[in-house]
């Protein structure tokens, strides 16, 4: 069964617009959450993360709120440029024994539209 | 500087052979995790090495699954008598001493025919 559920494949926004990706979970024992970003023939690169005692995050353009009660996380992009056209995974991360256990999502494709 | 490299790109492969796979990670990294990656799924963890110690298989669907690091730097994961269900993208990933930020290479395309 998926742990860290995104329920929507895609996503189109048009430019300068906000972007809004959701994402739900159920296992409440983490440590934090991330998300990451993947161009095409690239390896995924980490973006924002956020701390499982935090319910906002924000780092410039991106801004990631996690409620917990509702076991659900949000990544919000404003304003959305041409630029962040990717797919974005959510993932839930563990601090084990001293390294990072990570389980990702499936992915959710956002075309942001000049 | 370098990011983490992965050889080869691509590989096909017909059923029963096996297949090497390499990671280099990024220098310095001590960190190395190997995840696999299905079309249109998330990376999937496998495999997690501390220097050259494996500290965490339990994500190796079975026992044709192996992986090494043995100097601490460059690791091959092998996958033998490979089977049609292995085809996946297979990805690595190196992390640095204090900080767990993850940083993915371009991972290898694997096609069992």
């Known amino acids: 069964d998926q742990q860290v559920k995104q329920n929507s494949p895609s996503l189109s926004v048009q430019e300068g617009r906000i972007s809004i990706l959701n994402c739900d979970y159920t296992?409440?024992?983490?440590?934090?959450f991330l998300w990451y970003k993947k161009y095409p023939a690239e390896g995924p690169t980490f973006l924002i993360s956020i701390s499982s005692i935090k319910d906002k995050n924000e780092d410039g353009r991106f801004t990631v709120f996690l409620n917990k009660s509702a076991k659900h996380l949000s990544l919000h992009i404003v304003p959305s440029q041409p630029g962040d056209s990717a797919v974005y995974f959510c993932?839930?991360?563990?601090?084990?024994?001293?390294?990072?256990?990570?389980?990702f999502g499936t992915g959710t494709k956002l075309q942001v539209i000049p | 500087g370098a990011g983490v490299s992965q050889s080869p790109r691509y590989k096909v492969t017909k059923r029963g052979q096996d297949v090497a796979l390499r990671c280099d990670p990024i220098s310095g990294h001590v960190s190395l995790y190997w995840y696999r990656q299905a079309l249109g799924q998330g990376p999937e963890f496998l495999t997690y090495f501390n220097y050259e110690a494996q500290q965490d298989k339990s994500g190796l669907p079975n026992d044709r699954f192996s992986a090494e690091r043995p100097e601490g730097s460059i690791s091959t994961l092998t996958i033998q008598r490979t089977e049609q269900r292995d085809s996946a993208m297979y990805r690595c990933?190196?992390?640095?001493?204090?900080?767990?930020?993850?940083?993915f290479g371009p991972g290898t395309r694997l096609t069992v025919l």
């Open positions: 990933a190196s992390s640095p001493p204090i900080d767990n930020e993850q940083f």
């Open positions: 993932a839930e991360a563990e601090r084990a024994g001293g390294y990072q256990k990570v389980t």
């Open positions: 296992n409440s024992m983490f440590d934090y």
